[in-house]
């Protein structure tokens, strides 16, 4: 008696006949082939997952940072460095853009992490040969600055008395 049964090959699923005897008979081979494929399909969509994630993150500065170098080195990434890169995604993007430019100094868990790590001085070298070092942040500090930067320095957009300067 023959029935209709799913074969799994490298190029995906095809339907094939098979008779209950062959089935049987490939259904230890058919069990590891279907083990690696799932295994191969979460993992497929692990990386498409970390990658959106790494492009899209509504960040301009950490689309390009992080983006760039998870294109670049996702697909060789085995799945427990994934795992650590998703830890490393799931942080907010204002502190991970300071943490990454070195504004802040980064938790002590995330400075363990082999993604961050890897992460961290990919930024350091992108910073060191594309940013001139005024132009950078000082070690500690925020790169942003406020409207209101005159008033810290003493300096006044104004006359001397208070009153707009005559144009």
């Known amino acids: ?14 339907w094939g006949s098979c008779s209950s005897l ?3 008979r490939w259904s ?10 799932d295994e191969e399909v979460e993992r497929k969509k692990l990386v498409n997952k970390l990658l959106y994630r790494s492009k899209q993150r509504g960040f301009l500065e950490l689309d390009l940072l992080v983006g760039l170098w998870a294109e670049q080195h996702i697909p060789q990434m085995d799945t427990g460095m994934l795992q650590q890169f998703s830890v490393v995604l799931k942080q907010e993007n204002p502190d991970l853009f300071k943490w990454l430019t070195g504004q802040q100094q980064a938790p002590q868990e995330l400075q363990q992490n082999p993604a961050y790590q890897a992460l ?17 942040a000082a070690a500690g500090k925020e790169w942003v600055r406020g409207w209101d930067d005159y008033n810290k320095s003493g300096s006044s957009p104004a006359g001397q008395d ?3 300067a005559a144009a």
Not at 120 to 136: D, F, I, M, R, T
Request: charged letters at 15%.
């Open 28 to 37: 230890t081979t058919d069990t590891a082939a279907a083990a690696t494929a």
């Open 22 to 24: 062959q089935a049987s």
């Open 120 to 136: 961290s001085k990919h930024v350091a070298e992108q910073l060191a040969a594309n940013s001139p070092q005024e132009a950078q």
């Open 1 to 14: 008696m023959l029935r209709k049964c799913v074969r799994l090959n490298y190029s995906g699923l095809s």
């Open 162 to 164: 208070g009153k707009p």
